[in-house]
């Protein structure tokens, strides 16, 4: 069953604009971990963020978790190409990952 | 990167053969996971393992058996393929089971015709 469910399933933009994802979950979690994947490859880790945190930074990705409504969103700020990937969240549940089925994003140039 | 290799990359096999995907690890992690990427599903957990010997069954693991002899080893095995276990197997190794990230192979393509 799939824990994470990400919204948009497509999304295209401008390179240079702010692209906004978001992921809800049905259950309780430890964290939320959201990973990228190149056409390809394999999955590289993105950011983790915990359930007693909000908001969490790294460098151009900004992550936010509202535990209330079962939800978080990962933005990532002026765009380049090279953010062309599909975007999963993960949550934890019974010491497995959980995912969902991905928001693919292509940048335009 | 983190030291984690799949092999073979890519396979085609026949129906009702047997066939078995390496994952080989150069982290001491202690855990393993196997995942089947589908179009539209996501990454589902097939099964893993939290030590030598010591393994667990996944959200999909009809049809599939693995083994772990060794720390840096993970074996999934398909005992006897069918065209719905065509698609890109991907393992995994993590330092813990919480939160801690995942570290995932470059996949294998399967195709069973």
């Known amino acids: 069953s799939q824990q994470g469910e990400e919204d948009p399933q497509a999304l295209s933009i401008q390179e240079g604009e702010n692209a906004t994802m978001n992921c809800s979950y049905k259950?309780?979690?430890?964290?939320l971990q959201w990973y990228r994947q190149n056409s390809g490859r394999g999955l590289v880790h993105l950011i983790l963020?915990?359930?007693n945190e909000r908001e969490k930074h790294s460098g151009r990705l900004r992550v936010t978790l509202d535990t209330s409504k079962k939800s978080s969103s990962l933005l990532i700020t002026a765009s380049r190409a090279a953010d062309t990937a599909s975007y999963f969240c993960a949550t934890d549940s019974n010491y497995q990952l959980i995912w969902g089925a991905g928001t693919k994003l292509i940048i335009k140039p | 990167d983190a030291g984690i290799t799949q092999s073979p990359r890519h396979k085609v096999t026949e129906t009702g053969t047997p066939v078995t995907l390496r994952c080989h690890q150069t982290e001491n992690h202690r855990y393993m996971y196997w995942y089947r990427q589908d179009p539209g599903h996501g990454l589902r957990l097939i099964h893993y393992s939290y030590g030598v010997k010591d393994t667990d069954k996944g959200e999909v693991s009809d049809g599939y058996s693995v083994s772990r002899s060794k720390t840096e080893d993970f074996l999934l095995t398909l005992e006897s393929a069918t065209s719905s276990q065509t698609s890109v197997y991907f393992c995994?190794?993590?330092?813990?089971?919480?939160?801690?990230?995942?570290?995932f192979g470059q996949g294998t393509r399967l195709t069973v015709v």
């Open positions: 963020i915990r359930s």
């Open positions: 995994a190794i993590s330092e813990s089971a919480e939160n801690t990230e995942a570290f």
């Open positions: 259950t309780s979690i430890n964290n």
